[in-house]
Every structure is written in structure tokens, then in C-alpha cells.
């Protein structure tokens, strides 16, 4: 049997005032995102607000299994205790959402938990959205949300401060609120090639593989998730087979079109295209050793360095910021590319390249914001592969 979290919020800004909701669907098991909705109420209560988060969430989780086991957790004490039982429910607005709400599931499949309002950024998020939307005259956007990379940055920041116990840290990804929305870029690993299973090297001088029947399927399941999520508005590509045909894939469940960034390729290995570890090492034992300590030494035969990989990818990055700013892109590209934009987000030095470990297919994500700094949000995220 499945079970779902549904984390919901109002507010309202006057109570009565403009007002919003927001609610999302988990996945109990995986803490997977499964829906978000939001929406701009016109003039209400916060309460009356809070009753209309809660019956979209549960409605939302009703669509997605009538049967599943749903553990709703909100900021609002009265909701909580009162749709408990504990409390009585007195105002005329709120009676009819109450029983509204309790018919969604039998009583015995849902269960209510106050939570502090810092564990309910999400739903919190999404309300301030809708509410911002309400301002503008327009109604609440999926594709143009942000508010789960946001509550997901602002949860990583309390761990930070959380578990920081002597001194300070120097935190300088976490940027103002008055920074306006990031250029956020969602990376995608190309699925399973043939030449992946075996880990040979493959980069821009190779045979140039397609996906395997297994690398289509991880495409398929990746897209799949990002559609779920909905916050997608862009997808860019590198030029190189895996990574357009795995771009395609995902595209079509999103309904976008791909570009193609030549900047996005993979690092040309040279004469070690093809080959693996072992066999490099066993046929250029030097060269692989100066490759190794050294980030402007090339792979045998004139490929590219990691210095010169670097130094293309940031020159891609600046590029796709100012061209995406405050929106959330897709980048479909490789291993290395991959690692080197999570690399100079986090200011590491070209050694973290080797110490990281990134899936075929996996996601990662960083955020980008007005002031130059960098959020790393994720990193080798394979749950939709599972």
C-alpha cells in the first residue's frame, strides 16, 4: 500500500486580505516530490486559506491513489486539532471546508501533525507564489515555481547552521531573498551507452555512441520525473548523440523543444577513447600519471585537459545564465562537464573531480544568483531509476 505526506499552507495578507495556498505530495518512502498546486483565492481569511491547501492536497493525493495511507503535516495548530477531533470547529467559513476535507479518505487512512512553520517551506513557498501571482493579476504557474529548490536550499541551509556548533561558516551560496529567483540548471547525465557498463572512456573523439536499450529507459524514467515536478522551462543539450537523444526523450514529457550547446560536450580523451582504466594505465602508465596530478596535462594523444574542460564550461555557464536568468534549465550533457559545474559552484579545486561519483542518468542541480554566487541544490540523484 502507498503512502503519501501532504504538506500544507495559506496565508493571507490582511487576514482578510489576498490570499493563496500551497500543498505538495510526497512520496512517504522516498521523499519524493509527486504533485505541487497553488493557488490565489482573491480576499480571505488565513484559516479559511490553510482549509484550502489541505483539501488540495488531499484531493491531489486522491487522484494519485484513493487507497494510499496519507500523513498530512501543517503549521496551523487549529487545522491540525481540529480535523484530529481535539477541537471543535466554530466559524461558518471553515465547517464546510472541514467536511469537505474528511471526505476526501476514509478517516482511518489519514493522520494530522503539527509541524514548526521552518519544516513547512514547501507548501509555505508555494502560498507566497500564489499570492504573488494574485498581485499580478495572473493565477499560480507550475512551470514558472521555484519553490521546491528553494525550500530544498533553505532546509540545507538550517542543517548548516544546525550543525555548526563552534565558529562560523563562510556560507556565500546563500544569497539574499532580494536577489530575485536564480538561473537554476537541472543536469542530466546522458542515459546507458553500450560503452558505459564496461566504464570506457567516452568523450568527444570517440565513436560517438547512442543510448543503449537500458540508457533509453533511464531517459524515459528521468523524464517521467521531471514532469511530475513541472518546473522545467528550458531544455539544452550537448551536441554529441547520448546526450540529444536522451534530451528528446525528456523533452517530449515535458512538451519542450531541445537546443543544442556546443559548450555542453563531453572532454576529448584522445587515444584513450574507448579503452578503459586498466588499459590506460597498462599502455601510457606515464601520461596517465601526469593526467592524474597534473589539470593542464592532456590525455595521450592531444586531447583535452581538465583545465581547458574548466575553462569551457565556465565560459558555457556565464553564457546560459544570462540567458536563462531566473528560470530553471535543463542541461543534458556528461560525466565531466557535469562535475565541473558542481566543482566551480562549490570552489573546489580540480582534485574533487576525481571525487565525486555521478550515475548514468542521475540529476544534480545549482543555482545561480544575481551577486555571482553559487548554490549546489543536488547531486547524483538516481531515486527516479528505482
Known amino acids: 500500500m502507498r503512502e503519501f505526506i501532504v504538506e500544507a499552507d495559506g496565508g493571507s495578507r490582511g487576514n482578510p486580505g489576498p490570499a493563496g495556498y500551497g500543498s505538495v505530495v510526497l512520496d512517504a518512502a522516498t521523499g519524493e516530490t509527486l504533485v505541487e498546486a497553488a493557488e490565489f483565492l482573491g480576499v480571505a481569511t488565513n484559516n479559511v486559506a490553510e482549509y484550502r491547501g489541505l483539501l488540495a492536497g488531499l484531493r491531489a493525493a486522491h487522484e494519485l491513489d484513493p487507497s494510499a495511507i496519507v500523513h498530512v503535516r501543517m503549521d496551523s495548530k487549529l487545522v491540525v486539532e481540529q480535523m484530529s477531533g481535539r477541537w471543535k470547529i466554530k466559524h461558518p467559513d471553515m465547517k464546510p471546508l472541514a467536511m469537505e476535507a474528511a471526505r476526501v479518505f476514509p478517516p482511518e487512512q489519514v493522520t494530522y501533525e503539527w509541524i514548526p512553520r ?30 521546491e529548490l528553494e525550500a530544498a536550499a533553505a532546509k540545507a541551509e538550517a542543517d548548516v547552521r544546525a550543525a555548526t556548533v563552534v565558529g562560523k561558516v563562510s556560507s556565500p551560496g546563500w544569497a539574499p531573498a532580494d536577489l530575485g529567483a536564480p538561473a537554476t540548471f537541472v543536469l542530466l547525465r546522458h542515459g546507458e551507452t553500450p560503452l558505459t557498463p564496461q566504464k570506457r572512456f567516452s568523450g568527444s573523439g570517440g565513436t560517438n555512441p547512442s543510448l543503449s536499450e537500458a540508457g533509453r529507459e533511464q531517459a524515459e524514467r528521468a523524464g517521467a520525473a521531471l514532469a511530475r515536478r513541472g518546473t522545467i522551462q528550458a531544455v539544452v543539450a550537448s551536441p554529441l548523440a547520448r546526450t540529444r537523444e536522451t534530451a528528446e526523450i525528456v523533452a517530449r514529457h515535458l512538451g519542450l523543444e531541445v537546443s543544442i550547446e556546443e559548450g555542453l560536450r563531453e572532454t576529448d580523451f584522445g587515444a584513450w577513447e574507448g579503452l578503459t582504466f586498466g588499459e590506460v594505465r597498462e599502455r601510457y602508465p606515464d601520461d596517465l600519471n601526469r593526467w592524474l596530478a597534473d589539470p593542464t596535462a592532456e590525455p595521450t594523444g592531444g586531447g583535452e585537459s581538465f583545465a581547458a574542460t574548466g575553462a569551457r564550461i565556465e565560459a558555457t555557464r556565464e553564457k546560459l545564465v544570462a540567458a536563462y536568468a531566473g528560470r530553471t534549465v535543463l542541461l543534458v550533457s556528461h560525466v565531466t562537464p557535469i562535475k565541473t559545474f558542481v566543482q566551480l559552484a562549490l570552489g573546489a579545486p580540480p582534485a574533487a573531480l576525481f571525487r565525486m561519483e555521478l550515475s548514468a542518468a542521475a540529476l544534480s542541480a545549482v543555482a545561480y544568483y544575481a551577486d555571482g554566487n553559487a548554490s549546489v541544490r543536488l547531486f547524483n540523484d538516481t531515486s527516479h531509476l528505482r
Not at 519544516?119 to 519553490?147: F, I, P, V, Y
Open 118 to 147: 521552518e519544516k513547512n517551506k514547501h507548501a509555505d513557498r508555494l502560498a507566497n507564489e500564489a499570492m504573488d501571482a494574485g498581485a499580478r493579476g495572473e493565477q499560480w504557474s507550475a512551470a514558472e515555481s521555484t519553490a
